[in-house]
């Protein structure tokens, strides 16, 4: 039995951030989310609860997650007792060393219909491995850690979600690639009132479209 928003331990301005964004996902309205915050603000069990049912609302079969390596990704997204997306989803099956139809690690979500849909696992931290997503076409793309990844990886992760793209960051120099490209998103409209003005000012790029 997969896990409900309502069984996980989270603030309700997380709940919130998974309801927004898998209402303006599914209308079209949200292109790019990022999320910014220590190492204990759930950024990963945010974005490990909303990945599972926007993979399956979305018309691309294959998507994907990247991370800083592969070992990182299968112990904060994938693996957790509690929080990992295994956890979480009873439709989901994890082939860390591939299987017959796809040699790199990944997930296979599975569909009422019997249908699967291909979620990759991708290191930005090897040049070799994130190239292999430049080729494809991807519904869903999430880069943990972003403010870690080569410049190029988090251009071709931009380039390649036709769905939504997500990413999460610790608070870092603010002169790094990754945050011109929060400069495209705009706070949760419920939260508004909480960030300071001079930080809503430098958010004067266009959504993404």
Avoid at 59 to 66: L, N, R, T
Avoid at 92 to 104: E, I, L, P, T
Avoid at 166 to 176: F, M, R, V
Avoid at 200 to 208: Q, R, T
Wanted: aromatic share 10%; net charge neutral.
């Amino acid at each position: 039995m997969s896990t409900s928003l309502e069984d996980l331990k989270l603030s309700k301005k997380a709940r919130y951030f998974i309801k927004h964004t898998l209402k303006g996902v599914k209308n079209g309205t949200t292109k790019l989310i990022t999320l910014e915050g220590t190492t204990q603000a759930s950024k990963t069990t945010d974005v490990g609860f909303v990945s599972v049912p926007l993979m399956m609302q979305s018309e691309q079969k294959y998507h994907f997650i990247a991370g800083v390596d592969v070992a990182a990704i299968e112990k904060n997204y994938i693996n957790d007792d509690k929080v990992g997306i295994l956890a979480m989803y009873d439709n989901v099956k994890y082939y860390g060393r591939g299987d017959k139809d796809d040699k790199k690690p990944h997930l296979k979500i599975y569909m009422p219909d019997g249908s699967y849909k291909v979620c990759r696992i991708f290191a930005f931290g090897k040049s070799d491995d994130w190239r292999n997503f430049r080729t494809g076409t991807y519904g869903v793309t999430i880069l943990d850690e972003a403010d870690q990844a080569d410049p190029h990886a988090l251009t071709e992760a931009m380039l390649r979600g036709t769905d939504v793209r997500i990413l999460t960051l610790n608070p870092n120099a603010p002169d790094l690639p990754v945050y011109n490209k929060i400069n495209h998103c705009r706070p949760l409209p419920k939260y508004i009132d909480e960030y300071p003005e001079q930080l809503l000012n430098e958010l004067n790029l266009e959504p993404y479209d």
